[in-house]
Each structure stands twice: as C-alpha cells, then as structure tokens.
C-alpha cells in the first residue's frame, strides 16, 4: 500500500469517527489527511506528509472549528425544541417505569421515563416535565 493511500485510508476513518462523535474534531484531522494524500501522491517524502498534517490539522482546528461551531449553534433556536413538549400532555404508548416507556405525542413516539419511580400504565395521560437529548421525562396527570 502506497503512502497516499494510506493517508486516504485515515482520512476515511476519521470521516467515519466524526460522524458517531460530531464535534468537529475529527473532521480536521481528515481534511489534514487529504492534504498529505495529495503531497504523497505528488511524490512528497513521508516527513513532509507528516509536518504538513500537523500543522495543516493545527489551522484547521485553530480556524476551521471554531466556524463550523459557531455555524451549527446559530442554526439553533435556543429551547425552541423544549418550549413544542416540555408542559405538555401525552398519551403512554408502552408502560413507563425508572428504565424504560413510550409515549405519542403530536403524532410522533418518544421514549418515557420517570423520575420519582412510579409506574404508568399505556394508555394514561402523562405530562412531560423534563427533556433530555431524546428521552422524556413525565409525571402521571
């Protein structure tokens, strides 16, 4: 296996790590991998492919990942997702319990647990009173 492609290789590997971690870390790298692709591909000798990883994976971290950050909060709108559920009412799809439920809201499945331990049966109505990434938290009403 050739240098270039070895270094294309990584590239895909980091590509594929920030998919399942996305916090523009990895994407860097991989870019800094393509770059030394190309060197070693243009006949460059592997301690330059090297120096030029380092310090092209140092200015992509230094101004690359600050923009794409700041890009992906200003898409955001600040609790605009937690003011549509948080306080609002919904149906148990699946009994909810400390570890695991299901409940329909707006014609769409979440998954339901409680807080304080209590058990509610499918078919009651539940209050959401908390949100955290994809799982919500009610209470019985």
């Known amino acids: 296996m050739e240098y270039w492609q070895l270094w294309c290789l990584v590239s895909i590997i980091f590509f594929i790590v920030e998919m399942f971690t996305p916090v523009n870390f990895f994407l860097n790298l991989g870019l800094a ?16 492919q090297v120096i030029l990883f380092a310090v092209f994976g140092a ?5 690359l990942r600050p923009f794409f950050v700041y890009k992906k909060k200003s ?15 919904a149906v148990v799809t699946e009994k909810i319990t400390q570890e695991s439920g299901r409940i329909a809201i707006y014609g769409e499945t979440w998954q339901a647990k409680t807080e304080n331990g209590e058990e509610i049966e499918e078919g009651s109505q539940v209050k959401i009173v908390k949100i955290d990434s994809i799982v919500m938290y009610v209470e019985k009403v």
């Open 33 to 48: 991998c393509l770059i030394s692709a190309l060197v070693a591909y243009l006949g460059g000798n592997f301690a330059l």
């Open 59 to 63: 200015l992509f971290l230094i101004f």
């Open 75 to 89: 898409g955001e709108k600040e609790g605009e997702f937690d003011e549509k559920y948080k306080g609002k009412n």
